[in-house]
């Protein structure tokens, strides 16, 4: 018989989707284990190679738990709302859930054709009414919440308006926007119902505010920050300004501190954990009020020392900070202007990133300093964030690097308060040095500096201690089609949310997928997007008359929205009332292993914690966060390949031939290099019209040798291997064994094609320790014991590696067991029985065929892991090398128990002993038991 992988994946894949193998259910006496991958955007291109290296090792994790005894979740879905097919709707006119349902459909056959043992039964996709009238809900209740800083959670709104109600908001703790009027409980009470609301808006966890933005004319929507690459968007390449827009936003800062706690209860990577500490930036300082001179003006600022007042030299707002064009003096006005235009263009990320370019301009405006009333220059700077504390800052050139290079840069005078000289060459830029020439802060160190200055400014009501946050409020609209749809209407003006009864609010048709002609969302070409509140449905934009029809929300959510719970609804996907029942929820908790990519450790991961923790304050989740235990996989990189053609021609030099010339380096397809770095000249030539009449200089044996760089694998590199390829020739399971073998599971390795034969080898030498010419070859006779050795080393090894994902190493494993099985001619069901099970998460098909082969009707998934027996690798005897003045001649395999008398004996009487001796009495026998043996003679 022999090993044909495609046939014999084809049939158990077959088998476990009409047996539903791996359906999971939310009733077993089991104890659980919740395995989750980042679930995928749906793409064209489907899945090259680098993607399936995490959902192959969450697979072997998933099937070796259900082997171990555990009731296993181990699901799979689609996050299809996004910008890529609604550009493509733009592009082509097709309709975004046409192209999504296509996209998922090529994805499901490469994901099956893999062989995971998803539970398909539980598949959700963001883009579905039955799945987004939740994400709808879950805003609702963001919307009806805010947060208490007593009870240190979120609750219901209810709970604030009895508070403003009974003594109105003087003794609030909430998190809430800056600077709200105090009113008493009479004053609250004669608001009128839209005034009331505007009060409630900067109170609640979502909510409508003017935000500066991150806006793609050419997307015509908002974008997030790491949607951003350079000052250009990510998708297209297309240039993205600053612009301010009244967005609805997530109130994520109310979490900051709960976020950074939580990172201490969870199994991350310390450098996943750093950087989401380092996004959310906790700083503690103290916040400092300057009055712009000659108006009633103050700017606020946040700083971490403030022992360094009595330095400050100048002021740097941002320039979108809301005070610049109020104190921007006319002859300054068009610098500023030019300046705010030009500032607009770069992203916050390049303007975080650049420490180099020094930039900025005179407002023409004073603040004056808070205790010796000097005037202090306000400038405006790019290096300063208006998101950021407060977008201002007060600069200390002596103790700060960026203010000494601003200050020197536009020649501004220098205060120097530390007893330490100021250049170039050195700073005061550490804690403890002694101040000088400041006021009252004569001879403190910055401790005591510190808490001097902050009793100074509550004296004088000119600051307060303080702790601030980087993170801020994520912006939660998008100027986009395809997305969830807000379940909000307006009357007045004001938002008010459509009740849970009327969800899902459903995604209307359109004409155009782009941006209005006065500029409103692609929402605003719908004809029908208007809310009844008579009929509780959505009815024709013609009937609005803002008595009983409004218009709806044309934004439409972000792509995190859906993202942010997904996992929970896997829970219990099929539940029509609520996102998932309570038993469900409280019967899986969490998810206890989640496996994807580090490119999401400041978006989704903190997105994600931020909603799990609402729905935990508010009752809908049981526990604080969501994910127990992540694993970032590494990434698998391509191989590309490159032509040089010669500057100003259609020339192409070979790379061994290239001398003086000046040479573009142009990609090449993989696919028209071979192994030996040769380039099929005629494939190259018709795979592009503009390579067509290209002329090849070759090298001495008539080749043209490409040059090659490893680098991530792309389309636009054109070094994309295609795993159905791979399948095809080799197998599933060869693909599944050799992406493990690559290397660690965490580290970035190379693909090389080259390299897999020697896995599918590996699979064939498997096959034939069980099946032969004609047929199964196991026999049951009694095993030896090395057979026994080799196994249980491998159960031992196996199961080590799995535990702690080094799954390259078990494959190693594998490789050593089967070679010593194999000159062990081992055909005993007594080894092979088990090797299969501990072999089948790894390559599940064949370890199914040979099962069955063997006679069993049950899946192998469903047995249990063998257990090792540590006395299967105690060494009972021991092979000795034997010495004859310190040089080995012989080796001899002796019982470890022998005592050193009976060694002795043994080792004498021996014939190969009395060779070396030729009847000469040896001196001296030293016999180290367990270790050697030396004659001296």
Not at 152 to 176: M, P, R
Not at 201 to 227: F, I, M, Q, S
Request: glycine share 6%.
């Amino acid at each position: 018989m022999k090993y044909n992988p495609n046939e014999i994946e084809a049939k158990w894949q077959k088998f476990w989707k009409e047996n539903q193998t791996f359906k999971t259910d939310n009733d077993s006496q089991k104890p659980k284990y919740y395995v989750l991958d980042m679930f995928p955007y749906p793409s064209g291109a489907g899945l090259h190679v680098g993607h399936p290296l995490g959902y192959i090792a969450s697979d072997i994790f998933a099937r070796y738990k259900r082997h171990k005894g555990y009731n296993v979740l181990h699901p799979q879905g689609y996050d299809s709302f996004g910008l890529p097919a609604e550009q493509y709707a733009i592009q082509t006119g097709q309709h975004p859930a046409v192209t999504t349902e296509e996209n998922i459909a090529r994805y499901r056959e490469q994901l099956d054709r893999i062989g995971f043992s998803f539970d398909w039964s539980r598949e959700v996709r963001t883009s579905n009414p039955d799945f987004y009238k939740h994400t709808q809900w879950i805003f609702i209740q963001l919307f009806n919440s805010w947060y208490n800083k007593k009870s240190d959670k979120a609750e219901y709104i209810d709970s604030l308006i009895a508070e403003f109600e009974a003594e109105g908001n003087t003794n609030v703790q909430a998190v809430c926007d800056d600077h709200i009027p105090f009113f008493t409980a009479e004053q609250w009470n004669d608001f009128s119902s839209d005034e009331k609301e505007r009060v409630l808006l900067k109170y609640r966890l979502t909510y409508l505010a003017e935000t500066e933005v991150n806006w793609c004319p050419a997307l015509g929507t908002v974008l997030a920050n790491d949607e951003i690459k350079d000052g250009l968007s990510e998708r297209g390449g297309h240039p993205v300004i600053r612009k301010k827009m009244k967005q609805w936003s997530m109130r994520i800062s109310a979490y900051a501190e709960r976020l950074l706690q939580g990172l201490e209860t969870i199994d991350w990577t310390e450098s996943l954990k750093e950087s989401q500490r380092n996004w959310i930036g906790k700083s503690v300082g103290a916040s400092v009020s300057f009055r712009v001179q000659d108006s009633e003006l103050d700017i606020e600022v946040f700083t971490t020392r403030p022992d360094t007042i009595f330095g400050v030299s100048f002021m740097t707002l941002a320039p979108e900070h809301d005070l610049v064009k109020k104190i921007t003096t006319a002859e300054q006005k068009a610098a500023v202007d030019t300046y705010i235009e030009a500032t607009s263009k770069r992203s916050e990320r390049d303007r975080m990133a650049d420490v180099k370019t020094i930039s900025g301009v005179f407002t023409g405006a004073y603040a004056e300093h808070p205790f010796t009333k000097e005037p202090i220059e306000i400038w405006i700077g790019d290096y300063v964030l208006a998101g950021y504390g407060t977008g201002a800052v007060m600069a200390v050139p002596a103790g700060d690097t960026r203010d000494y290079a601003f200050a020197k840069h536009f020649s501004i005078p220098i205060k120097n308060i530390f007893d330490k000289d100021i250049s170039e060459e050195a700073f005061v830029e550490k804690e403890g040095f002694v101040l000088e020439n400041s006021g009252f802060l004569n001879g403190l160190d910055y401790k005591q500096g510190t808490r001097k200055v902050i009793e100074e400014l509550e004296k004088i009501n000119k600051g307060a201690g303080k702790t601030n946050y980087r993170l801020r409020d994520a912006v939660f609209s998008r100027q986009r089609y395809w997305g969830e749809p807000f379940p909000v209407y307006y009357i007045n003006g004001l938002p008010k949310m459509i009740d849970k009864a009327f969800l899902p609010i459903v995604l209307p048709e359109v004409e155009k997928y782009l941006p209005t002609e006065d500029g409103q969302p692609p929402l605003g070409n719908a004809h029908s997007w208007a809310w009844d509140t008579e009929k509780n449905k959505v009815v024709d934009n013609s009937l609005i008359d803002e008595k009983n029809v409004f218009p709806l929300e044309l934004n439409t959510m972000p792509g995190w929205a859906g993202s942010s719970w997904y996992w929970m609804r896997y829970m219990d996907p099929k539940n029509e009332t609520e996102f998932a029942s309570e038993k469900a929820l409280n019967y899986w908790q969490n998810v206890d292993l989640y496996i994807g990519g580090s490119e999401h450790a400041t978006g989704h991961l903190l997105y994600s914690r931020f909603w799990n923790k609402f729905l935990k304050d508010i009752g809908k989740a049981p526990t604080e966060e969501p994910f127990k235990k992540l694993i970032n996989q590494g990434m698998i990189l391509g191989t590309s390949a490159f032509v040089y053609r010669i500057e100003g021609t259609n020339t192409f030099v070979s790379k061994d031939m290239i001398k003086d010339q000046k040479v573009q380096h142009l990609y090449a397809y993989v696919r028209h290099v071979n192994a030996s770095s040769e380039l099929n000249i005629e494939a190259f030539k018709a795979w592009r019209p503009d390579y067509a009449n290209a002329e090849f200089i070759l090298n001495s044996d008539g080749k043209y040798i490409v040059g090659h760089e490893v680098e991530k694998m792309s389309k636009s590199y054109y070094n994309v291997v295609n795993p159905d390829e791979i399948c095809e020739e080799y197998g599933a399971d060869t693909l599944r064994l050799y992406e493990m073998f690559l290397g660690p599971l965490e580290q970035a390795k190379p693909w090389n094609t080259a390299g897999i034969s020697g896995v599918a080898g590996f699979l064939k030498k498997l096959w034939r320790l069980y099946v032969d010419d004609n047929g199964v070859a196991v026999v049951e006779d009694q095993p030896t014991k090395e057979m026994y050795k080799s196994l249980h080393k491998t159960i031992k090894k196996v199961s080590e590696d799995i535990e702690s994902f080094s799954f390259n190493t078990s494959v190693s494993q594998f490789m050593i067991c089967v070679n010593e099985l194999s000159q062990q001619k081992c055909r005993h069901r007594e080894i092979l029985e088990p090797l299969l099970i501990i072999i089948a998460p790894y390559a599940p098909h064949i370890a199914e065929e040979l099962w069955s082969l063997m006679g069993h009707e049950e899946s192998v998934s469903n047995i249990a892991f063998p257990e090792f027996k540590e006395e299967y690798l105690v060494e009972s005897t021991k092979e000795y090398p034997v010495s004859f003045n310190g040089k080995m001649k012989f080796k001899i395999e002796l019982p470890l128990d022998l005592k050193q008398e009976e060694i002795e004996k043994i080792i004498l009487t021996d014939q190969r002993t009395q060779n070396q001796l030729q009847g000469r009495e040896p001196k001296k026998v030293i016999v180290v038991p367990g270790k050697i043996i030396n004659i001296v003679g």
